[in-house]
C-alpha cells in the first residue's frame, strides 16, 4: 500500500526558508515521478515542483528560483527546500505520486508565512 507522509511545514516569516520532507512507502520509489503542490485557502490545487526518477526537476513560475526539489532515493524521501517565502506561498503542501493509473497524496503540511 502506497502512502506519503510529508514533514516540515510550519510558521515562518517572509523572507525566511522551510524544508519540507515527504517519506514513501509501499512503491519502488527510485523509478517514479514525485510531485509537489500546493493549495492556498479558496484556490485550487497547484502543482508547484516535479522531480523524475532520473533526477530532472521542473518548477511553477511562481517558485522558479527560489524552491528546489530534491530526492534521496537510499531514505524514499523528496524534499521541497523553500526560500524566500513570502505571503502568496501560504498554504497547505502535498507530496503527490501516480503509480499505475492511480492518484496518492499524502495528508498535507501547512505552510504559513507571515509578513
Known amino acids: 500500500q502506497v502512502q506519503l507522509v510529508e514533514s516540515g511545514g510550519g510558521l515562518v516569516q517572509a523572507g525566511g526558508s522551510l524544508r519540507l520532507s515527504c517519506a514513501a512507502s509501499g512503491m519502488l520509489f527510485s523509478v517514479n515521478t514525485m510531485n509537489w503542490y500546493r493549495q492556498a485557502p479558496g484556490k485550487q490545487r497547484e502543482l508547484v515542483a516535479v522531480i523524475t526518477g532520473g533526477g530532472t526537476t521542473n518548477y511553477s513560475d511562481s517558485v522558479k528560483g527560489r524552491f528546489t526539489i530534491s530526492r534521496d532515493n537510499a531514505k524514499n524521501t523528496v524534499y521541497l527546500q523553500m526560500n524566500s517565502l513570502n505571503s502568496e506561498d501560504t498554504a497547505v503542501y502535498y507530496c503527490?505520486?501516480?503509480?499505475?493509473?492511480?492518484?496518492?497524496w499524502g495528508q498535507g503540511t501547512q505552510v504559513t508565512v507571515s509578513s
Open positions: 503527490n505520486a501516480n503509480l499505475y493509473g492511480k492518484t496518492y
